[in-house]
């Protein structure tokens, strides 16, 4: 497993960064899980330290965790603590329920546009109003179960995961609602 463990405007020891590999090493083995690599960033904040921690699996989720505290350690603790749980209610939920899937996550590429936030910056065109493009780049776009996409999403801590799904190929999304509930949208035409 590769690590990548680093600071953000504070120094990490050597100790430090031994303590961090062999701590994520043993919560992940705990769970029998296969990770491909390991990224741990340290910051801070106020008289705070903050540990961020992003694990991914070989299945193509990601385990993301964060953790704060006065010390170094305990905010490493407490990031290895939300893991460690994350990790467990993953593993229960492939018990119970995604044991048939033999073969790793498969993932498309897909284009990702950030568009400008305010409407006096949109630019007026021939054809009408034109958002303004301000960021392109490139993201995956994983095959999953609706179950398998919304364990990502809870796992990955985001609001929403856009999926293809494998029972019928069709993009889906999965949210988290306002009322705490969780939203699939699957646009396919059922006629």
């Known amino acids: 497993m590769r690590y990548q463990i680093s600071g953000k405007q504070i120094d990490i020891g050597e100790a430090l960064s031994t303590h961090v590999q062999t701590e994520i090493g043993t919560t992940v083995d705990k769970y029998s899980q296969r990770p491909t690599d390991a990224t741990v960033i340290f910051s801070r904040n106020a008289h705070e330290f903050i540990c961020d921690a992003v694990v991914h699996l070989s299945t193509g989720?990601?385990?993301?965790?964060?953790?704060?505290?006065?010390?170094?350690?305990?905010?490493?603790?407490?990031?290895?603590?939300?893991?460690?749980?994350?990790?467990?209610?993953?593993?229960?939920?492939?018990?119970?329920?995604?044991?048939?899937?033999?073969?790793?996550?498969?993932?498309?590429?897909?284009?990702?546009?950030?568009?400008?936030?305010?409407?006096?910056?949109?630019?007026?065109?021939?054809?009408?109003?034109?958002?303004?493009?301000?960021?392109?780049?490139?993201?995956?776009?994983?095959t999953l179960s609706v179950g398998e996409a919304v364990m990502q999403m809870e796992l990955s801590g985001s609001p929403l995961l856009v999926f293809r799904n494998e029972k019928h190929g069709g993009v889906n999304v999965v949210h988290r609602r306002d009322d705490g509930n969780v939203g699939w949208i699957d646009p396919r035409n059922l006629s």
């Open 61 to 142: 989720l990601n385990v993301q965790a964060k953790g704060a505290s006065t010390e170094v350690y305990a905010a490493f603790e407490q990031c290895k603590e939300r893991m460690d749980k994350q990790l467990r209610r993953y593993k229960r939920r492939l018990k119970d329920h995604h044991k048939d899937r033999v073969e790793p996550v498969a993932f498309e590429q897909a284009g990702m546009y950030v568009l400008a936030a305010d409407e006096d910056e949109w630019e007026t065109q021939d054809d009408g109003l034109q958002p303004m493009i301000i960021a392109e780049m490139e993201t995956r776009v994983p």
